[in-house]
């Protein structure tokens, strides 16, 4: 987590303890970074917020995919677009009740990507989520959803990153052998 969007984090876990998180959060940067990583930040706060069962299996089941209360939605290897069928069986899981904890959270990455009927399947659960479920869309180009979809989310720009941080992200994620190219 990037310092600049650690307080972006803290801040929309204010937020829910006070009962004033939207139940749809749409996620936007510029450059994409970080994205991910305050979305699995803000479900795994949500999850250990409500959780019935100890911090620890909590942290354990989000680790190891297996939390029935969490589901992360993506594009899948070989497509391009996130399909009809993937937002259908997302929408049931959301019209479940939650096993673990009195919430459940749907991640939705590069919602952008979603197809024409994949968003439209997704209005009603957006409009109207059964129980207490919290849904976060994340986008590089907002602009590519249709209006419906972004109408039904409170919209969120991540905090830009810092000539440091940048410097610092780059130290660590280039390779010698990109060094010794240049």
Excluded at 63 to 88: E, P
Aim: charged share 25%.
């Amino acid at each position: 987590l990037f310092p600049e969007h650690a307080s972006f984090v803290s801040d929309c876990l204010e937020r829910h303890k006070r009962g004033q998180l939207p139940h749809a959060l749409l996620l936007t940067s510029d450059s994409g970074l970080g994205l991910r990583c305050v979305a699995e930040s803000i479900a795994r706060g949500l999850l250990l917020a409500t959780s019935l069962v100890s911090d620890r299996e909590t942290e354990d089941r989000i680790m190891a995919g297996t939390h029935g209360d969490y589901q992360w939605l993506r594009v899948q290897d070989g497509k391009v677009s996130i399909g009809v069928d993937q937002v259908r069986s997302a929408c049931d899981f959301v019209g479940k009740t939650a096993g673990y904890g009195t919430s459940k959270v749907l991640v939705i990455e590069e919602a952008d990507r979603l197809t024409v009927a994949a968003a439209n399947a997704l209005l009603k659960t957006l409009e109207e989520p059964q129980g207490l479920t919290f849904i976060l869309l994340t986008s590089r180009c907002p602009w590519l959803l249709p209006a419906t979809v972004r109408s039904r989310c409170q919209s969120k720009k991540l905090p830009a990153l810092s000539l440091e941080t940048c410097r610092s992200y780059l130290d660590q994620t280039s390779s010698p052998a990109e060094e010794s190219a240049v």
